[in-house]
């Protein structure tokens, strides 16, 4: 029953296209019968679209309405001839006519929204894609225009051939005279009289590149000849055409986006150059500020490296944030999800490096350690040789250097030999144990002897002997002397040569180094007589 009342409908309204004049007395019927369809059908023919219907008309669903169409399109050219493609308005559609045959009907619901065009401006268009079939169909039909279309494309084909030959021919000789020419241009480039560049590994690199330029200009001839030959036929030219339309469109996004991107690019290398001005200027006036008895007591020689460092790190960062909204793709998700996984890494993997840092500013900005000072950390004992941002370096008395991490050294006590000495220089202090039954001062006066006869021990200030403990069985006898900076013999050396000039002094003088325990009381007290209270070398207040 609905096939027969469409079959109605259908008659009807040929009837009604038939007879204008009667055409005023069923408009409603045809608004009433075009309605919106949720799916959409492209009209075909000859591998070319003609227009996409998108309403149910007369009961007739897109799909339907393209195989109607398409069917009689192509009944009528199969008859051939001098066809004509018109338009016949119809109330508010359009009604597309082949050789004065009903081919489709444009309706307003059919008008592509995006397109923004007016119902004539959408049968134009289809009128024209429906000409170029009529066109292309006359010209398949014709065998001169096909001999035509072959010969240009096996002219097309010959030309492609010799071009790949010649993409062969021309790296083949590349090949040859390129080693030459880099072996040459290699031995140029020399800074500080060194070779940068090695040509034996230079040249695999610059050979991929090679290759790699060579199949992309291959495949970009291979594109273009498949499409020129393609668009020779007409029955294969909407697959040339829109090869040729997708590499314009292509090439077409390539260059807006370079020429969109280059007010954003040109603002960020603004800020470049602002930033290094701004950047130098810092360094400048650091410099100027930096200076003896200046009121920025913070600020000095030692402190003026890492703060200019810290400072252009500031300048820069803060660019980079200014600069960013501007650099092309900065807005794309790609370039989003890229910021997000570096902050992320950066977040989770430079907790420890922060904290280095953040050691490495302490050390400079508190004046806890200085190039060259003789310090102690923990187990370890040197010289301070270098001082970075995240390690300092120290150089033992064994001629070892150890790499300290700045954490450790502000978790840990510190002592600096070198801040209790006059001058430039570092303290060297031994201990020896000595029984009651030796004078103090005897000892005292060997002990002294020996730093004096010491090489790289200074005399001014005098070593000193301290006795630090009276234990049961003996007193403790410290030697403090300092020791010149600037001699090269390190500390290990020197205390060595020390415990020899101190074993020496106590041989010559018969005093023997030794700490005496007892397991009953001796048979006379351990005291010393009062003729040998000055015991040499040991002598009176006065004497000379």
Avoid: C
Avoid at 33 to 58: K, Q, W
Avoid at 349 to 359: D, F
Avoid at 455 to 467: N, R
């Amino acid at each position: 029953m609905r096939k027969t009342l469409q079959a109605v409908l259908g008659y009807g309204l040929a009837l009604l296209l038939a007879l204008p004049a009667l055409a005023v007395e069923i408009p409603d019927t045809i608004e009433e019968a075009v309605v919106s369809s949720d799916s959409v059908a492209p009209l075909l023919v000859a591998n070319r679209s003609i227009i996409v219907f998108r309403a149910v008309l007369l009961g007739e669903t897109p799909e339907v309405r393209a195989a109607r169409a398409r069917a009689a399109i192509n009944d009528v050219l199969q008859v051939g001839g001098e066809l004509q493609v018109t338009l016949q308005p119809v109330r508010n559609s359009y009604l597309v006519l082949l050789d004065g045959r009903r081919a489709f009907m444009v309706t307003p619901k059919d008008v592509d929204p995006l397109q923004q065009d007016t119902v004539e401006q959408a049968a134009e268009t289809a009128a024209g894609k429906l000409r170029q079939v009529v066109d292309e169909t006359r010209e398949s039909r014709n065998l001169s225009f096909m001999l035509k279309a072959i010969g240009y494309s096996v002219l097309a084909t010959l030309i492609f051939v010799g071009l790949i030959r010649l993409i062969y021919f021309l790296r083949a000789k590349v090949l040859q005279v390129l080693p030459a020419v880099m072996q040459q241009k290699a031995e140029e480039l020399r800074l500080g009289g060194a070779q940068v560049i090695d040509s034996r590994q230079l040249y695999p690199m610059v050979s991929r590149v090679l290759n790699l330029l060579r199949w992309l200009v291959m495949l970009l001839l291979a594109y273009e000849w498949l499409s020129f030959v393609l668009s020779r036929f007409p029955y294969t030219r909407p697959w040339g055409e829109s090869l040729n339309t997708y590499l314009v469109d292509v090439a077409s996004y390539l260059l807006e986006s370079i020429v969109s991107a280059i007010p954003g690019l040109g603002v960020a290398i603004a800020i470049f150059f602002i930033a290094r001005w701004v950047s130098s200027f810092s360094k400048r006036l650091l410099t100027r500020v930096a200076v003896p008895n200046s009121s920025v007591s913070w600020l000095n020689n030692e402190t003026l490296p890492p703060t200019m460092r810290l400072t252009a790190l500031a300048i820069w960062l803060f660019a980079l944030a200014m600069a960013y909204p501007y650099l092309p793709g900065a807005g794309t998700e790609a370039f989003k999800g890229l910021s997000v996984l570096i902050g992320l890494m950066i977040s989770l993997g430079a907790s420890s490096v922060v904290g280095q840092a953040a050691s490495g500013l302490i050390l400079t900005y508190t004046h806890t350690l200085r190039p060259g000072e003789y310090v102690r950390i923990g187990d370890y004992e040197g010289t301070v040789t270098e001082m970075g941002m995240f390690t300092t370096r120290i150089r033992t008395g064994l001629g070892e250097v150890l790499t300290l991490p700045n954490s450790m050294i502000t978790s840990s006590v510190t002592k600096n030999y070198s801040r209790a000495v006059q001058g430039m220089g570092y303290v060297v202090d031994t201990v020896v144990t000595i029984g009651y039954d030796t004078p103090w001062r005897q000892v005292e006066a060997m002990l002294i002897e020996a730093a004096r006869r010491t090489q790289g021990i200074v005399a001014e200030p005098a070593p000193q002997v301290f006795q630090t403990a009276l234990s049961d069985y003996y007193p403790e006898y410290r030697l403090v002397a300092q020791a010149i900076l600037s001699q090269p013999r390190p500390r290990a050396l020197l205390l060595s040569a020390l415990h020899a000039n101190i074993q020496d002094v106590f041989n010559e003088y018969g005093v023997q180094i030794m700490s005496p325990h007892y397991i009953m009381d001796p048979q006379h007290a351990k005291v010393v007589p009062e003729d040998q209270l000055y015991a040499a070398p040991a002598r009176r207040e006065g004497e000379v």
